[in-house]
């Protein structure tokens, strides 16, 4: 063949895996940019753990990709469909992940995402929800120092499964 049927030749092929990448990329609900942090043994070495001492909050996002403009996004990939609205949880875990960033990079991102396998959610990181975060880890640490954690449910099922049942005060069953 030719050298110019080869050129053109991988051209069109360089052509089909950019458009397949790309493809792949919005699929992975990973944004636009840099890919910096993959809490993954495929992309890297494993990374280590983001912690701030002030909280003593440790955490591992499953991505964090440096956008077009320089902000730092999370990213926290669930399995299963997607509810109307995240549960609180997945937000504060994304909070967490959020402030762990900040305090790490010294760049505060400006929202994260939460991406179930039929939506992604755009969560802004606002001082209200780093404060939400702040809040429930003080609770945490007052309930870790005294030993005692208020029942937080009003089902039995729940109840009857948890490991401090039996020494529990307010135990349903």
Known sequence: MKPLYW??????????????????????????????????????????????????????????????????????LKSGSAPSQPWDSHR??????????????????????????NKTFQIPYSSSLEQELKDLVAALRQAEASHYAPRSHNSPARCRSCGFNSICDQRLS
């Open 7 to 76: 050129a053109v030749l991988l051209l069109l092929l360089s052509i089909v895996f950019w458009v397949l990448s790309k493809r792949k990329r919005q699929q992975s609900g990973l944004p636009d940019g840099q890919l910096i942090y993959s809490d993954s043994s495929y992309w890297q070495k494993p990374p280590r753990p983001l912690y701030d001492p002030r909280l003593e909050l440790v955490g591992k996002p499953d991505y964090v990709v440096r956008s077009e403009d320089g902000a730092l996004i999370p990213l926290e």
């Open 92 to 117: 504060m875990q994304l909070a967490a992940y959020c402030y762990l960033i900040e305090q790490s990079e010294g760049k505060r991102p400006p929202f994260g995402l939460i991406k179930y396998d």
